[in-house]
């Protein structure tokens, strides 16, 4: 296994989304594969919050332009039913195979269960991040 490549962004920010349908946080990298075959293999990290006393599960994805790399059940999520607005650490790593040699842009994705809870990742002063590593021999 190799490192061909490794593209990372943070922001200090937070991105907060109403709605059932995946929204575009702030977080986001472009990778320009080097060979159809090779790998892609996505980190994010930061905290992720559901509204407080909402049954809304929240949801993180990432996108690949505009294909959800985890499906429509996302990648991570927070249960509903907390009682404040916690922010929760969370952090996962996915392996995309995009088969292709153009570039790529991965953006980090939030969504809840309903069309009124206020889902948000990040928050200001903390740090995220999104790195993506194209590895060959995966």
């Known amino acids: 296994v190799k490192v061909v490549q490794v593209v ?3 922001i ?5 989304s109403t709605g059932v349908n995946y929204a575009s946080t702030t977080l986001n990298v472009t990778i320009k594969p080097q060979s159809t075959s090779n ?3 996505l980190t994010v990290s930061g ?9 809304s599960n ?13 499906g429509a059940g996302g ?9 404040a607005a916690l922010m929760i650490p969370t952090a996962f790593t996915v392996t995309d195979s995009p088969s292709t040699t153009s570039p790529i ?7 809840g269960d309903d069309a009124v ?10 740090t995220c991040q999104l790195t993506a590593e194209e590895i060959n021999g995966l």
């Open 117 to 126: 809870t206020a889902i948000q990742f990040c928050a200001t002063n903390v």
């Open 47 to 55: 905290p992720l919050r559901s509204a407080a006393l909402s049954t």
């Open 8 to 10: 990372s962004n943070t």
């Open 75 to 83: 990648c991570n999520q927070l249960a509903g039913g907390l009682a």
């Open 12 to 16: 200090t920010a937070s991105s907060a």
């Open 105 to 111: 842009q991965y953006t980090v994705s939030i969504k």
């Open 58 to 70: 929240a949801y993180i994805n990432v996108k690949r332009n505009s294909t959800l790399v985890c």
């Open 39 to 41: 790998r892609i293999k």
